[in-house]
């Protein structure tokens, strides 16, 4: 059982950046597929960006495209995301979430909830106005 456990989460003033790390808590044989989502309070859980196995590959949603970059370093088992010129309406728990199976290098893949096996505790981040 792969587990992950995010890690840099906070308060930050708006415009500030702020970067998530994802570790695996055990070293795997096995490189999974990693996504972010963030949940507001009273909000559904959104996706955020996500990188194939490779990393070569990586996806974000429209709207974050510019300001959140998504990194994996396959050596120390962490996927990061670096968040710029945050904003109060980044402000949610902040999920990441790994996948088992066959890629399918499309958004569509990484970008539902509901297709991922392992998901880590939450961050959260907190941007003041």
């Known amino acids: 059982q792969v587990q992950l456990v995010e890690s840099g989460g906070g308060l930050v003033q708006a415009g500030g950046p702020l970067r998530l790390s994802c570790a695996a808590s055990?070293?795997?044989?096995?490189?999974?597929?990693i996504g972010w989502f963030r949940q507001a309070p009273g909000k559904e859980r959104e996706f955020v960006a996500a990188?194939?196995?490779?990393?070569?590959?990586?996806y974000y949603l429209d709207s974050l495209k510019g300001r959140f970059t998504i990194s994996r370093d396959n050596a120390k088992n962490t996927v990061y995301l670096q968040m710029n010129t945050l904003k109060p309406k980044d402000t949610a728990v902040y999920y990441c979430?790994?996948?088992?199976?066959?890629?399918?290098?499309?958004?569509?893949?990484?970008?539902?909830?509901?297709?991922?096996?392992?998901w880590g505790q939450g961050t959260q981040v907190t941007v003041s106005s």
């Open positions: 055990k070293r795997t044989s096995s490189v999974y597929p």
């Open positions: 979430a790994g996948r088992e199976g066959v890629e399918y290098y499309t958004i569509s893949y990484y970008s539902r909830a509901a297709d991922y096996n392992y």
């Open positions: 990188i194939s196995r490779s990393g070569i590959n990586t």
